[in-house]
């Protein structure tokens, strides 16, 4: 079953930047991921320094093993302590 | 510019039946606008109640003339007051 993430980073002013570049970094390894169909990055056009990723994964299974890679450990350690708000939904298209 | 917007909703839980069909019904006549690029509803694996519809349009005038559709006022009008959580957030892909 197809898993979505859609996962909300709102930066710290002064990290806006920071994370800006951790994001763009997580981009290409993660979509040569076996199990990515998808890995979009989007920026919120009324709230600065709020980004949102939408993502679609094959299976939980493929996601699990995404949350194990490298790429995503060095992407979770970058952006510690520079968020005011980080929220990761695990979503199932339904229509 | 293609405008994606995020909308997540929680429905109060005596109201998510109700919010579910509401959310069912707006999709066939989104998806048959001229500017609407994509219109997928999800719903939350971890949170019951909780759906998100992830949108395309083919530009800001798109968003808004669907905003000012039949469709979608009726569709404001059946879910108002029946829910908890209401986060629209319009986006632009940046990767």
């Known amino acids: 079953m ?3 993430v859609i996962a909300t980073l709102q930066a710290k ?3 806006v930047s920071a994370v800006n ?3 763009h970094e997580i981009i290409e390894p993660s979509r040569q991921e076996l199990g990515n169909l998808q890995y979009d990055l989007h920026r919120d056009l009324e709230q600065p320094g709020t980004f949102v990723f939408f993502e679609r994964w094959a299976s939980a299974e493929a ?7 490298e790429h995503f450990k060095r992407f979770v350690s970058q952006i510690d302590g520079k968020l ?4 990761i939904k ?3 298209k339904i229509a």
Chains 1, 2 share one sequence.
């Open 2 to 4: 197809e898993v979505r």
């Open 13 to 15: 002013p002064e990290f």
């Open 21 to 23: 570049d951790a994001l």
């Open 63 to 69: 996601l699990e093993k995404h949350n194990a890679t």
């Open 84 to 87: 005011d708000l980080l929220d």
């Open 90 to 92: 695990q979503l199932k």
